[in-house]
């Protein structure tokens, strides 16, 4: 990306199923690169802009949403995305910050092109058109089998499951087995983490990796 060429920022996303404990180890990374003087900004998708925020709820919450037809959530998610890359990400990374990304473009591939059936090619491009060049140097995917996936979200303090978590069992091991496929194809950039060994060991070699790998 050319922003790496003018900049030491660096974006990180976090990837993997709902309960897959991302946003536990977004913090625990956070404070790991604070103690090494890092700026660090920590974003989440669909969100982190008042925009993105308020398409979120209309994704996440609308009690119509269950009429959404898939087209129309892969744009929403994208237009979120567009926002994000260009009033946070890209300041943050050009002044030198660590961005952490609960969720980026990959979410919209497994998500929407393998969840919900969607083609690769529009789902690429819009993809792509959405984060112009910035791309993730690094992705953590936090691996969790689909029925602890399910498990953890019932334990999950709220009243009712948003749309996106009402979701089943088949749907949720496609969103895994997708995640896989994708980080077996580009080795490079992902790193595949076991999500059912405890949170310590999960942080330890999160920022293991993230060292080796950023050097
Ligand atoms: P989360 O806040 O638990 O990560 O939930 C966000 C939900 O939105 C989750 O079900 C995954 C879904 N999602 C997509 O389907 N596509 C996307 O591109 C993104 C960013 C999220």
């Known amino acids: 990306m050319p922003l790496k060429q003018k900049s030491s920022g660096r974006l990180i996303s976090f990837e993997g199923s709902e309960g897959s404990g991302k946003s536990t180890q977004i913090a625990r990374l956070a404070a790991h690169f604070q103690k090494s003087q890092r700026d660090v900004v ?19 919450h609308n009690s119509k949403g269950d009429e959404m037809c898939a087209e129309t959530e892969l744009l929403l998610f ?13 300041p943050a990374l050009l002044r030198g910050a660590i961005v952490l990304s609960d969720r980026f ?21 819009i993809n ?21 996936s399910l498990a ?3 334990q999950r303090a709220s009243d ?14 496609k969103v895994r087995e997708g995640y896989l496929v994708l980080a077996k194809g580009m080795p490079e950039r992902f ?21 080796t790998r950023l050097k």
Do not use: C, H
Not at 43 to 60: A, K, L, M, S
Not at 106 to 125: E, F, H, K, M
Not at 128 to 148: H, K, S, Y
């Open 191 to 211: 790193i595949v983490i076991d999500g059912t060994k405890s949170e310590d060991a999960i942080e330890k070699k999160i920022w293991t990796e993230i060292q």
């Open 78 to 90: 994208a237009a979120a995305r567009a926002q994000l890359v260009r009033e946070v990400m890209v």
């Open 42 to 60: 920590t974003v989440r998708e669909p969100g982190g802009t008042e925009i993105g925020e308020q398409i979120r709820n209309i994704i996440v």
């Open 160 to 173: 009712l499951p948003d749309r996106m978590e009402r979701e089943n069992v088949g749907f949720y091991r």
């Open 152 to 154: 953890r979200l019932k």
């Open 105 to 125: 473009l990959d979410s919209s591939t497994v998500y929407q092109g393998i969840g919900r059936n969607l083609a690769a090619d529009p789902v690429n491009q």
């Open 128 to 148: 792509r058109f959405a984060v112009g060049n910035v791309m993730p140097d690094l992705t953590v995917v936090i691996d969790v089998p689909e029925e602890v």
